[in-house]
């Protein structure tokens, strides 16, 4: 029971249950190069601590993974909740990612190349 209060107290410290974007990035080195998509991480990684996202409340959590099943024009990105998926994740586009669509509520329309449709609260 004692690791779960430390699981807790970790998730709190994060401000996991308040964050309003996860963005996850593949690393894999299949769908890119491995030094551009290492390159890519290592950029999304600063800059989300340089804009003051992480782990505060309405922050961005990012995760690298090591396949998003999409093995062309990497680095793969997609956002949640939105299922918004970016291609040519350069450190560029991270920027334009982070600036426009993270902080600015306005996707990338020229790197998207799937969208999940979010349901209307009415």
Not at 25 to 54: S, V
Not at 97 to 119: N, R, T
């Amino acid at each position: 029971m004692s690791s779960i209060k430390g699981l807790t107290k970790l998730a709190e410290h994060r401000h996991i249950s308040s964050q309003k974007q996860h963005l996850l990035l593949c690393t894999a080195g299949k769908c890119a190069p491995q030094e551009e998509t290492q390159a890519a991480w290592d950029y999304l990684k600063r800059r989300i601590k340089e804009l003051d996202l992480m782990d505060v409340e309405s922050g961005v959590y990012r995760s690298k993974v090591d396949c998003l099943r999409v093995c062309r024009q990497g680095p793969i990105l997609v956002s949640y909740p939105d299922g918004t998926w970016y291609h040519s994740c350069s450190p560029e586009v991270i920027e334009r990612i982070l600036q426009e669509h993270v902080m600015g509520g306005k996707p990338v329309e020229e790197y998207i190349f799937a969208q999940g449709a979010l349901e209307s609260e009415d």
